[in-house]
């Protein structure tokens, strides 16, 4: 079975610029979570898809932060501008349905942004 | 207080040490995980735990739900298990689950 499949690896933009993110996720999950990791914390959720809804994305910084995921497989993250402190890594991870008991977490190698 | 403790920060042992890192939680869960990521790595699942105990090789998680208390074990420590150890709780709510990360136990194992 394929793993989560993330690009870029690795992105260095300046602050102010803009940055995108791509996931794809285990054939058949259908949910989908991109959480940001600040060097030396826990990840912290950014937003999660149920298929192609939207079911949590409270702690995303709407102002600068986007994400979508049409047809309820693939995914993009955008960061427009970027600031400095957005300079983390950007992991997407997959589970079968919401998460619940019996399912598998699995997560992306992750995407790692550096603003300058 | 956060929602998810885990006890040490930072953990440095000898090889072949028997290695034990906690996770205390305050909230309602369906499952907890254990996840593993190395140094510049991605993010491994270890375990899924809703009750009981789990082995996987030198790997061993229990979990009291009682007591709101996870455990991870290893067995005979090996430079290799340096890492990144994460516990995630999984707390339902609605049709939503959502996943609440500690901020980890850096192991250090030396050879």
């Known amino acids: 079975e394929a793993g989560v499949a993330q690009s870029p690896r690795y992105k260095i933009i300046e602050k102010r610029q803009s940055v995108a993110f791509w996931c794809n996720p285990i054939?058949?999950?259908?949910?989908l979570y991109w959480y940001q990791q600040i060097l030396g914390q826990g990840p912290k959720l950014l937003i999660q898809?149920?298929?192609?809804?939207?079911?949590?994305d409270s702690q995303l910084p709407k102002d600068r932060f986007s994400a979508e995921r049409l047809k309820g497989v693939d995914s993009t993250l955008k960061i427009q501008p970027a600031k400095l402190e957005d300079s983390a890594v950007y992991l997407c991870?997959?589970?079968?349905?919401?998460?619940?008991?019996?399912?598998?977490?699995?997560f992306g190698a992750g995407s790692r942004l550096t603003v300058l | 207080k956060n929602e998810v403790e885990q006890s040490p920060q930072n953990l440095t042992a000898q090889e072949g040490e028997f290695i034990t890192i906690n996770c205390s939680y305050s909230?309602?869960?369906?499952?907890l995980h254990w996840l593993q990521q190395h140094p510049g790595g991605g993010i491994v699942s270890l375990f899924m735990?809703?009750?009981g105990k789990k082995k996987h090789g030198r790997l061993i998680a229990t979990i009291n739900i009682q007591e709101k208390h996870s455990s991870l074990h290893i067995t005979a420590s090996h430079p290799r298990d340096s890492a990144v150890y994460i516990c995630a709780v999984l707390r339902p709510g609605g049709s939503n689950y959502k996943l609440t990360f500690g901020k980890g136990t850096l192991l250090t194992v030396n050879p």
């Open positions: 898809f149920q298929n192609n809804g939207v079911v949590d």
């Open positions: 054939s058949g999950h259908a949910t």
């Open positions: 909230v309602g869960i369906s499952a």
């Open positions: 991870a997959s589970s079968l349905l919401g998460g619940s008991g019996a399912n598998v977490l699995t």
């Open positions: 735990l809703s009750s």
